[in-house]
């Protein structure tokens, strides 16, 4: 089995900036890729960025490009979503997700709330 635990969610007021944290955990051989997603209330699980474990090739939806970075520890089997800039439409709840070659692993989400 494999565990993703996220942390570093919670509230922040707009123009403010937040760090999260996904660790992974348990029987993992190996990591192809690392994501992040988020899913708003009343809306679909929408792709926010994702990393290549190898190499650290990132890709970034179009609404957070400039704002947010995706970053990995590959000895900690870490990964990293440093959040500046908030607005309030990025509240959601953020998933991380992996995948090992074989199968998703999903995380069970931590809440990002930007209000004033």
């Known amino acids: 089995q494999v565990q993703l635990v996220e942390s570093g969610g919670g509230l922040v007021q707009p123009g403010g900036s937040l760090r999260l944290s996904c660790a992974a955990s348990g029987s993992l051989f190996s990591i192809r890729t690392m994501g992040w997603y988020r899913q708003a209330p009343g809306k679909e699980r929408e792709i926010v960025a994702a990393i290549s474990w190898t190499f650290g090739n990132t890709n970034y939806a179009d609404s957070v490009k400039g704002r947010f970075t995706i970053s990995r520890d590959n000895a900690k089997k870490t990964m990293y979503l440093q959040m500046n800039s908030l607005k309030p439409e990025d509240t959601a709840v953020y998933y991380c997700?992996?995948?090992?070659?074989?199968?998703?692993?999903w995380g069970k989400g931590t809440l990002v709330t930007v209000s004033s």
């Open positions: 997700k992996l995948y090992d070659n074989v199968m998703d692993y």
